[in-house]
């Protein structure tokens, strides 16, 4: 995967009650609750305080989660599924 630019930032686009977007760079991403259920009953501030770091991960320190963006770039290629 490029890595992308210096200047690329993170943003939580939406937040609904299936789950959230993010822009990243030009590109945006769903991240459903039901795959990522850490987010589900966080505190809207927690969802919103993202870190893009290195370019490539993602850090939530409120919610100390972090996902690198392989992941959803290529979901099948992480096939691990988290089970509530």
Same mark, same amino acid.
């Given at each position: 995967?490029? #890595?992308?630019?210096?200047?690329?930032s *993170?943003? *939580?686009?939406?937040i609904s009650p299936r789950g959230?977007?993010?822009?990243?760079?030009?590109?945006e991403y769903l991240l459903p609750f039901t795959?990522? #259920?850490?987010f589900a009953d966080a505190k809207v501030a927690?969802?919103?305080d *993202?870190?893009? $770091?290195?370019?490539?991960? $993602?850090?939530w320190p409120s919610l100390d989660?972090?996902?690198? $963006?392989?992941a959803l770039n290529d979901p099948a290629g992480? #096939?691990?599924v988290y089970k509530v």
């Open positions: 995967m490029k #890595p992308l630019g210096k200047n690329t *993170v943003e *939580v686009s939406h959230l977007w993010l822009l990243i760079g030009e590109r795959e990522y #259920p850490w927690d969802i919103h *993202v870190k893009l $770091l290195r370019g490539h991960h $993602l850090h989660f972090d996902l690198d $963006l392989a992480y #096939p691990l």
